[in-house]
């Protein structure tokens, strides 16, 4: 197999949508036949974003093989379908590891360790590793051109475009138009700049992708065609869209496949069946109802905290044929019980995954607003946690219980983790362990119990899901729960973890350890929130 090798760079400022572009175009090269995997290089230190607060970097996303990676991968995944994994993401970080360690070993033989050629040709060992598994390989590079972390990366891929030839390279470059509405106009300069910077050292794009909020003038599209030495038609207009599932199809109106199979002389590929897309934004744009679900969090003031959880409410809807509003809640509100009314307008409450004492008490307060008012209640990780709690409170009366996450208690029904297996390696941690990917990560199986609620939701006796998690539901208050109504159904394999609770004389009443989220695409929907959305729709019938 022939691999061709896409590079995707970003300038002006961050936040362009790379990833979201990256994304895209791996769909369009599918829908014509291809095979693709994408992949990102990352210029922080961090070695990977486990230890990353939400406020900074987003969320983190987790792959079957126990990678914590960049919210990026998710974006790759719901696009193509492809599940990436921990070879899929490296930061600067992991690779002066990677050279430092080979530097301890004595692997150089002695010699003068450099960023050119040691860091920049780990960097393309990362890249060249991905020869022959796809049709195209899409590689993103984090960041924004002209940052100082970024040099060696955008050096390694220079080198690796002269290594692979022309003709199995392409770059192309993401850049803003900002429209000054003083001067009525869009401004093509940030663009001309950034393609100077990015040309500085070394790499002339041969496409770019244009972020505007508004047409682009066919004479503006000409005019960065000049000035940046590039074809007038490879100027793509990469304009805002009313869903992100639209941007594969705005992007194949725009040119933007065609002009990626021009720069590689492709000739005979077949057309795109974008079918399945279009599909996608038509149940978007045209619901049939709506209902609104309220996200109890504590990263609510950066909704990147929880993409992958927003896109797979928006797959539930698609699938139900429903707009999903989500109403953001800061959990700590709910320590004051007055504030508890404003959960009587939803059709849903779902409690996410978090770490940390901080807005326990409101997370807890949701969940027995849930289970008392009758309303759907969908709790993931710390969310089902949280509804543990709640009942052995409330239905056991053990008023103390809580979690050993948050210090010693005499109810511990959360506690940490010692340890589990994972394939067969038996993992042990401690308390004074590192919290970079010390956790139970990745892929684990679950049986669930025959007759229950989620056995039906999901038509299976066993299941596979990811877990990112270092506390555990403690088995020990399992049989005085299940006296009181609150069935555990899902357990691993081995009968020793919780993973997934339910009420079962409740209308949608389910907490689970791992994060469905995470596997959720627009056009594979999850189907626990595609049941959870149904059950919000029935209960906005029943108000």
């Known amino acids: 197999m022939t691999t061709r090798f896409i590079f995707i760079t970003g300038g002006v ?104 050629p040691h860091i920049t040709n780990e960097i393309m060992d990362f890249v060249r590793e991905k020869d022959g598994s796809a049709d195209f390989v899409l590689c993103e590079i984090g960041g924004t051109v002209g940052d100082i972390e970024s040099l ?171 707009k999903v509003n989500l109403k953001f809640i800061e959990a700590a509100v709910f320590e004051d019980e007055s504030r508890i009314h404003e959960l009587e307008d939803v059709q849903g409450i779902l409690v996410p995954g978090g770490f940390g004492q901080r807005g326990t008490e409101g997370k807890i307060r949701a969940a027995q607003f849930a289970r008392e008012k009758k309303v759907p209640y969908f709790g993931i990780c710390f969310g089902m946690q949280m509804a543990v709690i ?37 993992e042990e941690r401690g308390e004074d362990t590192d919290l970079g990917g010390t956790m139970r990560l990745g892929a684990y199986p679950a049986a669930l119990k025959s007759g229950s609620k989620v056995a039906a939701i999901y038509d299976a006796q066993e299941i596979s899901e990811r877990h990112r998690h270092r506390y555990e539901v403690n088995a020990d208050y399992i049989a005085d729960l299940e006296k009181q109504g609150l069935t555990f159904s899902g357990m691993s394999p081995d009968g020793n973890l919780p993973e997934i609770i339910e009420y079962p004389d409740h209308p949608w009443f389910i907490g689970v350890q791992f994060h469905p989220e995470l596997k959720s695409k627009p056009f594979d929907p999850h189907p626990l929130f595609v049941s959870f959305i149904e059950a919000a729709r029935k209960q906005k019938n029943l108000l």
């Open 152 to 322: 060696p990366f955008l050096e390694a891929i220079r080198q690796f475009g002269n290594e692979v030839g022309r003709e199995r390279s392409l770059f192309i470059h993401t850049t803003l138009l900002p429209y000054i509405a003083a001067a009525g106009e869009l401004k093509t300069k940030p663009t001309q700049h950034s393609v100077k910077e990015l040309m500085s050292v070394g790499i002339r794009p041969h496409i770019l992708l244009c972020r505007s909020d508004r047409p682009i003038p066919e004479e503006e599209c000409a005019k960065i065609g000049l000035f940046c030495n590039i074809d007038e038609k490879a100027v793509i207009p990469a304009l805002d869209v009313s869903t992100i599932y639209e941007v594969p199809l705005s992007y194949h109106e725009a040119g933007l496949d065609e002009q990626v199979l021009k720069a590689f002389k492709i000739d005979d590929a077949k057309e795109p069946d974008l079918s399945v897309w279009e599909d996608i934004v038509a149940r978007v744009k045209s619901p049939e109802s709506e209902v609104t679900i309220a996200v109890i969090g504590k990263y609510t003031n950066l909704t990147d905290s929880y993409k992958s959880l927003n896109e797979a409410l928006i797959h539930g809807g698609i699938a139900n044929k429903t």
């Open 13 to 116: 400022v961050s936040s362009l949508g790379k990833g979201l572009g990256s994304a895209a175009l791996g769909a369009l090269l599918q829908a014509r036949g291809y095979t693709v995997r994408l992949c990102k290089l990352d210029p922080y230190l961090n070695v990977d974003p486990g230890t990353m607060s939400p406020f900074q970097h987003g969320e983190v996303y987790v792959t079957d093989d126990g990678a914590e990676t960049d919210l990026d991968l998710g974006h790759y995944e719901r696009f193509t379908g492809r599940p990436a994994v921990q070879s899929d993401n490296v930061t600067t970080g992991r690779i002066y590891m990677n050279v430092l360690t080979k530097e301890r070993r004595g692997d150089y033989l002695g010699a003068t360790i450099q960023v050119i």
């Open 390 to 426: 709640e009942a052995t409170r409330n239905l056991l009366g053990k008023k103390s219980a809580s979690s050993t996450e948050f210090g010693p208690c005499d109810e511990n029904v959360v506690g940490l983790m010692t340890e589990w297996t994972k394939g067969n390696v038996k």
